[in-house]
């Protein structure tokens, strides 16, 4: 098997920052997702969880990682920074794992300058998130009343309030990356030597989020 690597340090290095050991698994050679088979292959006893990007707003074959994950307890963390309106077999991305993050970078399709947002559906890792990403407080909380050092991950209000505005126009947004996508695909699409991102049949999605520099 020939295994290809694609990757932005912003995928792996919290792993670092929590002392854990990012173990980096090949990605398919056709859908430049992360591969069922190179996952399965690489887990170890200390595997706690998987990242799964979803790059260029692309899906990896979720079913296939996912059983591969329940069978081996590790819990599923969807990095879908790239893939805001995509669907894999009607589902939205960001949906699949126990969390998933999305990035509102400037070069993304849904941009609030920076800054980002975290779904998830556990109530348990609601609280907490809302609790690391303020200093350690718990909401409603005594006024500088810090239970625990944490981080300061929150978003002002007006960009909520800017990222709110394209969320409402969200197929608008993906529909102009499809056209983009379009052009790429009729100037280069028949060039010898040159690939353009894979599009599975059963998946809907936008691809190139026009990402060059993070
Ligand atoms: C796949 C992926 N993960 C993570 C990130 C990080 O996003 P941010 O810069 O908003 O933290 C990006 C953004 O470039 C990305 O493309």
Known sequence: ?????LVWIASSAPVNCIGATPVFAGVDEKTWCLSAESFAQ???PKAKAVIVVDPYGNMPDMDSIR???RRHGIAVIE??????????RGRKAGSFGEIGVFSF???????TGEGGMLVTNREDVYRR???LRDHGRNPG?????NAEAAYKYKMSSMQAALGLAQLERI????????QIFNWYKSELGSIPGITLNYEAPEYEKHLLDGDSSP
Not at 79 to 87: H, M, N, P, V
Not at 105 to 111: E, I, N, P, R
Not at 141 to 145: I, L
Not at 171 to 178: F, G, T
């Open 42 to 44: 690489l887990i170890n």
């Open 171 to 178: 197929d608008e947004l993906v529909e102009r990356k499809r």
């Open 129 to 131: 998130g809302l609790f």
């Open 1 to 5: 098997m020939r295994l290809l690597f």
């Open 67 to 69: 059983e591969v994950a």
């Open 105 to 111: 970078h400037g070069s993304k399709t849904l941009t």
């Open 79 to 88: 990095d879908a920074d790239e893939a805001i309106g995509s669907e894999y």
């Open 141 to 145: 909380d005594k006024m500088f009343w």
